[in-house]
C-alpha cells in the first residue's frame, strides 16, 4: 500500500491537533472526530445507548413499562441515541429553551445514529430469516449488506401553538430536517395539536397517558398532498409476491409505508404513541398499510 506523502501526514496532524472553542463546555479542546464543535472530553461522556435492554421502546436500562404489556401501541420500535442525564438535560435545554441553534446540527447527528440501530435491526432480521449468521448491531458504523432498509417518511412531533410562540421554533420539527438531510427520507407535518397540554415533564406516568389522549389530529392542510404523495410511491412500494416455497410469481403486493416518528425525548411513550394512532389513521383513510416507528434523541 501507498504510503501518504509528507505533505498530507503534516496536514492530517494539523487538523487532529487543533484545538476551537467546545460547544458544550465553552474551553479551548482538541476537536472530536464526532462533530468539530465538540472537544474529545465532551464527547467522550456522551451516554450512547449501543445495546438497548429493551428490544421494543429502546431503553438502555430495565424496562417495566413494555413488560407491562397493557397499553396498546402501533410503534413497532422507538429507538434513542442517548440516556437522559443531567449532561444530556442541559443540551437540550440550552437549545430548546435558550435558543441556541448551534446545537441542531449536533443534535440531528446523533439522532441519524439511532437511525442507524433501526437501520442494521432490520437489516440483521433478513439475515435470520435467511438463515444467515446476523452482524452486530453496533449502531455507529454505516451497513455494508446487501440488503438495504430504508424509511419511507419521517414525521416530527407538533408542539401547540401557544409552546410555539414561546420557543420560535419546534425542536422536533427541526430534529427531522436534519435526519431528512442526511438521510434523505422526506418529512411532512402530518399532524397538528389539536389542544394545548402543559409540560409533560411535570406529570407522573398515569396522569401522562391520560393527557395525551386525543392531543393530535390530522393536519388538514396537507391531507390531499399526503394523498398524492403515497399514490406517487406505490412503485417503490412495490414487492414481487412470494410463495411458501420461495417461487416468484409475476404479481406484486405493496408493502406497508415506513413511517417513523421523531421527537427529542421519550419518556413513557404515550406522545409518540398518540401520534401513531394518528398517522395510521390518516394512512388507512388513503388505503395504505403502515409500519410505524420512532426515533428520540434521548430516552429516560
Known amino acids: 500500500m501507498t504510503s501518504k506523502p509528507e505533505w498530507l501526514n503534516s496536514f492530517l496532524s494539523l487538523l487532529s491537533s487543533s484545538s476551537s472553542e467546545c460547544l458544550a ?3 479551548q479542546g482538541r476537536a472530536s472526530s464526532l462533530s468539530p464543535v465538540l472537544c474529545v472530553n465532551c464527547a467522550a461522556i456522551i451516554p450512547w445507548i449501543r445495546t438497548p435492554r429493551c428490544p421494543k421502546c429502546g431503553r438502555h ?10 397499553e396498546p401501541s402501533h410503534i413497532l420500535y ?6 437522559y442525564n443531567s449532561v444530556m438535560r442541559d443540551w437540550l435545554g440550552r437549545y430548546k429553551y435558550r435558543g441556541n441553534e448551534r446545537y441542531a446540527p449536533l443534535l440531528g447527528l446523533m439522532l441519524e445514529k439511532a437511525y442507524q440501530m433501526l437501520k442494521v435491526q432490520h437489516e440483521d432480521a433478513v439475515y435470520q430469516n435467511a ?11 454505516r451497513s455494508t449488506s446487501t440488503v438495504s432498509w430504508k424509511a419511507d417518511l419521517l414525521v416530527p412531533v407538533p408542539v401547540s401553538e401557544p409552546r410555539l410562540v414561546e420557543r420560535g421554533f419546534n425542536q422536533a420539527e427541526r ?7 442526511r438521510t434523505g427520507i422526506p418529512v411532512l407535518p402530518l399532524l397538528v395539536r389539536t389542544h394545548h397540554t402543559d409540560k409533560q415533564s411535570f406529570k407522573g406516568r398515569a396522569e401522562r397517558l391520560t393527557n395525551m389522549k386525543h392531543a393530535f389530529g390530522p393536519n388538514t392542510s396537507i391531507i390531499e398532498n399526503y394523498s398524492n404523495w403515497l399514490m406517487e410511491i406505490t412503485d417503490a412500494l412495490s414487492l ?3 410463495s411458501i416455497d420461495s417461487a416468484v410469481h409475476d404479481t406484486k403486493h405493496t408493502r406497508p409505508v415506513r413511517i417513523i416518528i421523531v421527537d427529542d425525548i421519550y419518556t413513557t411513550g404515550s406522545t409518540i404513541r398518540a401520534c401513531a394512532d394518528s398517522v395510521r389513521q390518516m394512512t388507512e383513510a388513503c388505503s395504505f398499510s403502515s409500519d410505524i416507528y420512532s426515533l428520540t434523541w434521548a430516552r429516560s
Open 175 to 181: 430534529l427531522a430536517a436534519e435526519l431528512s438531510w
Open 25 to 27: 463546555c465553552g474551553k
Open 240 to 242: 414481487p409476491a412470494v
Open 61 to 70: 436500562v430495565g424496562c417495566p413499562d413494555c413488560s407491562r404489556g397493557g
Open 131 to 141: 438463515f444467515i449468521r446476523p452482524r452486530s448491531a453496533f449502531p455507529f458504523r
Open 78 to 83: 422507538n429507538r434513542s441515541a442517548v440516556a
